[in-house]
């Protein structure tokens, strides 16, 4: 395993906290050259994920992912975490379960503790229509070998005690659609993990690199972008870089990006709340969901609730929390669980995201050539990171997109082939 | 709180009111190509700045009317009925 470094271990911990030595740096800061195999615009985890990838799968090590701030300073460090592959849509389905079985060896393959907790996910249906979309979904999952079924109120009480299943709530639970294999992961610890290992196999982070302009010729728009065109590089605020391949991995910034090579997207970028409450004693053992009440909790390790709800209404690049969405997420939670009413939310935070017409991603080749989008991630882009690099890596090694992510690609929009997911990921990210 | 002023009704909470999206140009169906109707269907520029858009004054006078916003300080101006 000589895929990230120095390696950490339980000796290593012990050696380090006796003799308080510093910890070697997980990632080097590198001077930017002049021109690279592949640029990727993006240091989430999806950027990452793609140039871990392209090195350990496909040999491919002379890459660079720039990010205008920080690693990880986007929605991968403020997501909710919650990981599943109880989707609506075979599509969907078989996408994000190669991600959750990816989630279950990074531990090892990274060699970074990722805490992935599979502890149940369950959706609750608090209307007649919600359980039929319930029954509709499990017997999808099921075709494709998910374990996912619908279960009653009892077995709702059983998994998750602290819920008030009585029927005289104004929002009674008639049932749940149950998905063991669910669970939630520690997002900063994936971020750090494949920024460290695609670190050790050559790739350059650049970070404080802003993309202001993606070069292009031959294309029918102006300066050469557009349909028909090919990428030759990037502007940076540091200066031009040459490549070939640019990829856009920046979510919530899609179409900014998107339209600088002259590749409009069916994307609106709206903010999305979350919140986490002050820690107590471990009593929620799954994660969540209500879709008619917007809004889905899980408890953490250390014993905070974190709380999340749909989208923002208004498409807006600016990330400032409101009253409504407070007042709301409290009335809804003590809905569903009376008894945490004495709890008090300690923070709450927003992120950008980056939402499409049927709720799936736009991934793959464009009508320019070179220039590769993994963007539409909406509020359900934690989970299939893994499995989005991986396929992404393929995509432009191969220069074909790859088997798994051929429903998503954008001709979709021109074929008029959408992947509707609605129903799968409004609020239940 | 995202203020918007509907022409009719005054200044509200965005929250009373519908957003419908950026304000885009509808091909004429009889001649458009496939293609440009469906870039008219699902394409959007999503700018972080100035953008016109449309809304609909659901709690109130329950008319559409167009707003210039800016998607980066939710600023707006130009509230125009439609
Ligand atoms: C509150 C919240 C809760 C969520 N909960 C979940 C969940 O429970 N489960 C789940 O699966 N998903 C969840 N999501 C969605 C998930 O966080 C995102 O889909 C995912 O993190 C996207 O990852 P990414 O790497 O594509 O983008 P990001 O992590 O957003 O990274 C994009 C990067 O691009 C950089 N960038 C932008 N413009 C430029 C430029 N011009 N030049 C250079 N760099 C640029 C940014 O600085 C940023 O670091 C949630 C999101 C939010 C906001
Ligand atoms: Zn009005």
């Not at chain 1, 393959?109 to 039929?132: I, K, P, Q, W, Y």
């Not at chain 1, 009593?283 to 953490?300: D, I």
Request: charged fraction near 20%; aromatic fraction near 8%.
């Amino acid at each position: 395993m000589a895929r990230h470094g120095y390696t950490y271990s339980a000796g290593k911990l012990i050696k380090h906290g006796l003799t308080r030595g510093d910890w070697p740096r997980m990632w080097r800061r590198p001077e930017a050259r002049s021109s690279y195999d592949v640029v990727i615009v993006g240091g989430g985890l999806h950027g990452l994920a793609t140039a871990y990838y392209l090195a350990a799968d496909h040999g491919m090590t002379n890459i660079a992912v720039l990010d205008k701030g920080y690693l990880g300073g986007g929605g991968s460090g403020r997501n909710t975490a919650i990981v599943r592959s109880n989707y609506l849509t075979p599509e969907g389905v078989a996408f994000y379960d190669r991600s959750l079985a990816l989630y279950n060896s990074m531990t090892q393959e990274l060699n970074l503790n990722v805490m992935f907790s599979r502890r149940g996910h369950l959706t609750l249906a608090h209307t007649d229509s919600a359980l039929r979309t319930m029954h509709w979904r499990a017997e999808v999952n099921k075709l494709q070998g998910i374990d996912s079924s619908v279960i009653d109120p009892q077995e709702v009480k059983k998994e998750a005690p602290s819920l008030d299943i009585s029927a005289d709530t104004r929002y009674p639970i008639l049932g749940a659609l149950f998905h063991p294999p669910g669970g939630i992961v520690r997002h900063d610890a994936v971020v750090w993990g494949y920024a460290r290992a695609a670190d050790h196999l050559g790739v350059h982070m650049l970070q404080e690199t802003e993309v202001l302009d993606i070069l292009c010729e031959g294309g029918e728009g102006p300066d050469g972008k557009g349909t028909g065109g090919r990428v030759t590089g990037v502007r940076t605020n540091r200066g031009d870089i040459s490549a070939p391949a640019v990829v856009n991995c920046t979510a919530g910034w899609a179409s900014l990006i998107s339209n600088m090579a002259g590749v409009p997207l069916p994307i609106t970028t709206h903010p999305l709340q979350a919140a986490v409450t002050e820690p107590c004693k471990v009593f929620l053992p799954t994660v969540v969901v209500s879709g008619s009440l917007h809004v889905y909790v899980s408890q953490t390790d250390r014993g905070e609730l974190v709380f999340g709800a749909s989208v923002d209404p208004v498409g807006t690049y600016r990330v400032n929390g409101t009253l409504e969405f407070t007042e709301e997420l409290a009335g809804h939670v003590l809905e569903l669980m009376p008894g945490i009413s004495k709890m008090r939310l300690m923070r709450q935070w927003s992120g950008l995201c980056d939402m499409t017409p049927d709720y799936s991603p736009v991934m793959g080749t464009t009508q320019v050539d070179g220039y590769f989008v993994d963007v539409g991630w909406g509020t359900y882009g934690f989970k299939a990171g893994p499995v989005a690099g991986e396929t992404m890596a393929e995509t432009i090694a191969t220069g074909r997109d790859a088997d798994l992510i051929a429903p998503f690609t954008i001709n979709r929009f021109t074929e008029g082939d959408l992947v509707g997911e609605k129903g799968a990921a409004a609020v239940g990210h | 709180m995202i203020v918007v002023n509907c022409p009719h009704c005054g200044p509200r909470n965005s929250s009373d009111l519908r957003p419908c999206g950026e304000v885009t140009s509808r091909p004429d169906p009889a001649t458009a190509s496939l293609s440009e109707w469906r870039t008219y269907l699902y394409m959007r520029e999503n700018p972080s700045g100035w953008v016109t858009e449309a809304w609909y004054c659901r709690s109130g006078c329950r008319r559409y009317f167009t707003i210039e916003r800016n998607t980066a300080t939710n600023e707006t101006r130009r509230s125009e009925a439609s």
